[in-house]
């Protein structure tokens, strides 16, 4: 089976949560081989606060995580 990339549904605000709570799942479910990569997408931002320029981080796509996986039942119920 080849993987393919999937889209989970988060609460906004919780993506980085729930992508350190999968990888922890995967690796203590050994399946680390049926899982390719977990991404929250995000991009650097330069905002100006106080007069000085602040780099900050926006997400992409708020309320989402990319999952590289190869679907069956087993990851399915383990996402």
Do not use: N
């Amino acid at each position: 089976m080849t993987k393919r990339w999937y889209v989970v549904h988060a609460y906004s605000g919780f993506e980085k949560s729930v992508q350190r709570a999968l990888v922890d799942r995967v690796t203590r479910a050994g399946m680390q081989d049926a899982f390719g990569q977990i991404l929250v997408p995000v991009e650097e931002v330069v905002e100006m606060k106080g007069g000085q320029k602040a780099i900050s981080e926006r997400t992409f796509f708020p309320g989402y995580v990319l999952c590289e996986m190869e679907m069956d039942d087993d990851s399915w119920h383990l996402v």
